[in-house]
């Protein structure tokens, strides 16, 4: 029986080796310990950071103070210092009683407050039935210790504090730095909204809030979209979005990360549906881990594509050099092979990929090989179909890979 011999190698696995991923970033409040001024109605101060979102009073994970004279507050002791990144509040969703408005929200780390701010003087965060409701404004503080308190009992009118839960999201080391886009693009925004709104670092996800902090296309339909380009090449760790809050408008979204030629780097479909079932759905936190130019979000459904925050979080991109090793061959007949290869690290950028084959091993020098077939750019597993070759002949083949930072070739063929 004719056949063709190919010279194969194993494969290996190769670890890659980076930073940190921004990933690590959780919600540190269920590790504190929690208490408050009163704790009514049945519940406890730990129903505040419980990590259950469930905003139902009766299914016994909402936080509520008694009726109180003086300010209602609720507070957590963390196990330690912390790099703080946002702070999210999951309000009830069987009632609105515009108690989480006019708080403060205090920071300390050992006795030094660290951060001390008011927020919403005239409007209550559950107004307008939003469910949710978030800030950034401790980005970068470091403390062990979170209170939120009420300044005032008279607007809303109410002397309590009530939540479904309250999170504290952050890292235990120093997190990746936030990029800043050098130009924004989305589709027309309608309903008073802006593409920046979408990047001006609220991300409050109320539409009815002052200002109209989020961005809301224009129409409805598959294919809206909103993308940040970064002034170079950056290795995106990880991306944050926030959503509308108030409203079900927008359902699933492809998340891109591109090159500066437009070409797709890294891509997940992601549902930022708020729903109206628990876990309650507000801000999604996705790593990418991969180097590119713009980061884009588009609808792949007919409905509006409304956006919150949506905030890149990485370094400028060191491209270095990429990792390729020979595949298995396959589909051997009498003059044809599919030869593969495999880059098990890009480097952090996609590299062009070639496989040299011929009758005599050439070795790391192109031009000692009888014949070379172009793969292109690729990441991951690649092959192609080669023809013409001699009966009962054994050949030889490697792969080669080249991106802007270097080249690699596999170990042998």
Request: proline fraction near 5%; charged fraction near 10%; hydrophobic fraction near 40%.
């Amino acid at each position: 029986m004719k056949r063709l011999c190919i010279f194969l190698i194993p494969l290996f696995v190769f670890l890659l080796l980076g930073a940190t991923l921004r990933g690590q970033l959780v919600n540190l409040a269920p590790s504190g310990t929690a208490t408050s001024s009163s704790q009514g109605y049945g519940t406890i101060a730990a129903d505040g950071n419980d990590g259950n979102r469930d905003g139902a009073y009766a299914n016994g994970s909402v936080f509520h103070t008694l009726n109180e004279a003086v300010q209602s507050f609720w507070q957590v002791q963390l196990p330690g210092v912390r790099y703080l990144d946002h702070i999210r509040i999951f309000n009830r969703t069987d009632a609105i009683q515009g108690s989480v408005g006019n708080f403060r929200i205090i920071a300390k780390n050992g006795a030094a407050t660290v951060f001390n701010q008011i927020f919403f003087p005239s409007n209550a965060t559950d107004n307008n039935n939003s469910r949710a409701w978030g800030t950034s404004a401790l980005r970068g503080v470091q403390a062990d210790f979170v209170r939120i308190e009420r300044v005032s009992q008279t607007v809303p009118a109410a002397n309590f504090l009530t939540f479904a839960e309250f999170e504290i999201w952050g890292t235990t080391t120093a997190p990746d730095p936030l990029l800043t886009p050098a130009s924004i693009s989305a589709s027309p925004g309608g309903f008073s909204t802006v593409a920046a709104d979408a990047n001006d670092g609220d991300i409050n996800g109320n539409y009815n809030s002052p200002g109209f902090p989020i961005y809301h296309s224009l129409t409805s339909a598959v294919g809206q979209f909103w993308e940040m380009t970064l002034p170079t090449d950056y290795l995106v760790k990880s991306l944050l979005l926030f959503n509308r809050c108030e409203a079900l408008t927008t359902t699933t979204v492809k998340v891109s990360l591109l090159d500066a030629g437009g070409a797709t780097v890294w891509t997940q479909n992601v549902n930022i549906t708020v729903g109206t079932a628990t876990p309650y759905n507000f801000g999604v936190l996705l790593a990418p881990n991969t180097g590119g130019r713009k980061v884009r979000i588009e609808t792949l459904n007919a409905e509006f594509l409304a956006l919150a925050e949506v905030q890149a979080f990485g370094t400028p991109l060191v491209v270095s050099p990429p990792v390729v090793v020979n595949g298995a061959a396959s589909g051997i007949g009498a003059s044809t092979a599919t030869l593969a290869a495999n880059v098990t690290s890009t480097g952090f950028q996609n590299p062009n990929v070639k496989i040299y084959y011929g009758t005599v091993d050439g070795g790391t020098t192109p031009g000692n090989w009888a014949s070379v077939v172009d793969l292109g750019a690729q990441a991951g597993a690649a092959s192609a179909a080669v023809t013409g070759l001699s009966q009962n002949t054994a050949y030889f083949f490697r792969a080669f890979a080249q991106n802007s930072g270097g080249t690699d070739w596999a170990d042998s063929s």
